[in-house]
């Protein structure tokens, strides 16, 4: 779903189709890995582990090039302006 979103965004041509893309993205990563330091429980959080480099990077996703909060607005912006 993802990746079919991204690919979507990529042929749009506004600002809120990528932030869509940015948003459902970085939230599915960031849910997907941290279910994966669950399942590996005390050493899912150690770096001997390449589940913890993997969260790590899901959770900069969410802020890299603006945080979903700001995604958010950016989408409802986006929303309000084609229903006016």
């Known amino acids: 779903a993802a990746r079919s979103l991204l690919e979507w965004a990529a042929r749009a041509s506004t600002t809120?189709?990528?932030?869509?893309?940015k948003l459902f993205c970085s939230e599915m990563a960031m849910a997907v890995t941290t279910e994966a330091v669950q399942i590996f429980g005390g050493y899912g959080y150690m770096?001997?582990?390449?589940?913890?480099?993997?969260?790590?990077?899901?959770?900069?996703?969410?802020?890299?090039?603006?945080?979903?909060?700001?995604?958010?607005?950016?989408?409802?912006?986006?929303?309000?302006?084609d229903g006016s």
């Open 47 to 81: 770096r001997d582990y390449p589940v913890e480099k993997l969260m790590r990077d899901a959770k900069a996703t969410e802020i890299y090039e603006g945080t979903n909060e700001i995604q958010r607005v950016v989408i409802a912006r986006e929303l309000y302006n």
């Open 16 to 21: 809120g189709a990528s932030a869509m893309a």
